[in-house]
């Protein structure tokens, strides 16, 4: 089993819509949160940190239930720039920033 | 925050032989980090490079395949040795406070 895992997708909407991502981790150690986003040929791109209390960003808003060791994204009114594939990461605990990330998923917005 | 510079941006390789990539940072960091990403996968950490001893490898990379320097607190390399298609991949420089982690632009290989 990965240790994080994420729905691959695509998610195809029409733009205006909302979208919500979902996210599952397996070590109960983990300490910090992260979505970050990956266009075509870029390198990822932290988009926003979770927390415990859940967090928002504009149209963008981040769960984490620690019980349930899941992560969310919710994207409001979609735009054809949101179209990304939005990676679920996890930090494991430890003097460092060791980084460990889902294989992403693709959302891809149309007009 | 620091900006990173990773070159070469995609190299044509033949199999059997070996690509260095650099990374230059901008300002001094602890620590840096190589990562592949295989077609349509996630990145996966290879090891963490510590500048002034040897760098740290994640099960399943090996120093003999991919040798790591980092002579100082700017810079990087990480060598890709004895390449084969399966090789083929983007390499990610990256570096991070406790927050947030930084890339390079990536190196796009391709071994024929």
């Known amino acids: 089993r990965k240790e994080v895992e994420q729905d691959p997708g695509p998610f195809n909407v029409p733009e205006g819509a909302t979208v919500a991502f979902n996210c599952t981790y397996s070590n109960s150690a983990s300490q910090s949160f992260f979505w970050y986003r990956q266009d075509c040929r870029k390198e990822p791109k932290l988009l926003m940190s979770?927390?415990?209390s859940g967090n928002e960003d504009g149209r963008f808003t981040a769960q984490l239930n620690r019980a349930s060791q899941y992560i969310s994204l919710l994207i409001r009114d979609s735009k054809l720039s949101d179209s990304a594939t939005y990676l679920c990461?996890?930090?494991?605990?430890?003097?460092?920033?060791?980084?460990?990330f889902g294989a992403g998923t693709r959302l891809a917005v149309h007009p | 925050s620091a900006v990173i510079s990773q070159k070469p941006s995609r190299d044509i390789c033949q199999r059997g032989t070996s690509l260095t990539i650099q990374c230059q940072v901008d300002s001094q960091v602890t620590m840096m980090f190589w990562y592949r990403q295989q077609p349509g996968q996630s990145l996966t950490l290879i090891a963490t490079?510590?500048?002034?001893?040897?760098?740290?490898?994640e099960s399943g990379f090996v120093i003999d395949k991919f040798p790591i320097s980092r002579p100082n607190l700017t810079f990087s390399t990480l060598t890709v040795s004895n390449m084969s298609p399966e090789d083929s991949s983007i390499y990610l420089c990256s570096w991070g406070t406790g927050l947030d982690a930084f890339f390079g632009q990536g190196t796009r290989l391709t071994v024929v």
């Open positions: 490079a510590n500048q002034g001893s040897e760098a740290t490898y």
């Open positions: 979770v927390y415990s």
């Open positions: 990461v996890v930090k494991r605990s430890g003097g460092y920033n060791k980084l460990i």
